[in-house]
C-alpha cells in the first residue's frame, strides 16, 4: 500500500494550499494528519468513501476535505493559512474511520511539510 502526498509548500499567511494524496488501493477513509515542530501528531480533517467529513474544531470553515473514490485520492484545501499551521502534513487512510486517536490509522503516507510566513 502506497500513500503519494504532494502540494505542500511555502506560502504567506492569508494564502491557501491544496494537498493531494493518491492511494494505491482503496479504503473507507482517507485523510489528514499534522505534526508541527515539538508537537504530537494531529488530525486535521478526515473523509469516508461515502462522504461522511469530519474536521478538528480549530481548522474548521478553514480547510476542506474532498475526495474522489475513482481515482483513490483524498485533497485538502487549506485557506486564510496562519504561521501555527506551519507543520509536516501526513496523508492517512483506514479500512474503518479516521479519528483523532493515531491508533485509527492503518496506513500512512510520506509527509509534505507546509511552511507559512508570517
Known amino acids: 500500500v502506497q500513500l503519494q502526498a504532494s502540494g505542500g509548500g511555502l506560502v504567506q499567511a492569508g494564502g491557501s494550499l491544496r494537498l493531494s494524496c493518491a492511494a494505491s488501493g482503496s479504503f473507507n477513509a482517507m485523510g489528514w494528519y499534522r505534526q508541527a515542530p515539538g508537537k504530537q501528531r494531529e488530525l486535521v480533517a478526515g473523509i469516508t468513501r461515502g462522504g461522511y467529513t469530519n474536521y478538528v474544531d480549530f481548522l474548521k470553515g478553514r480547510v476542506t476535505i474532498s475526495r474522489d473514490n475513482a481515482e483513490n485520492t483524498v485533497y485538502l484545501q487549506m485557506n486564510n493559512l496562519k504561521p501555527d499551521d506551519t507543520a509536516v502534513y501526513y496523508c492517512?487512510?483506514?479500512?474503518?474511520?479516521?479519528?483523532?486517536?493515531?491508533?485509527?490509522?492503518?496506513?500512512w503516507g510520506q509527509g509534505t511539510q507546509v511552511t507559512v510566513s508570517s
Open positions: 492517512a487512510a483506514a479500512n474503518k474511520l479516521l479519528g483523532v486517536r493515531i491508533s485509527s490509522v492503518d496506513y
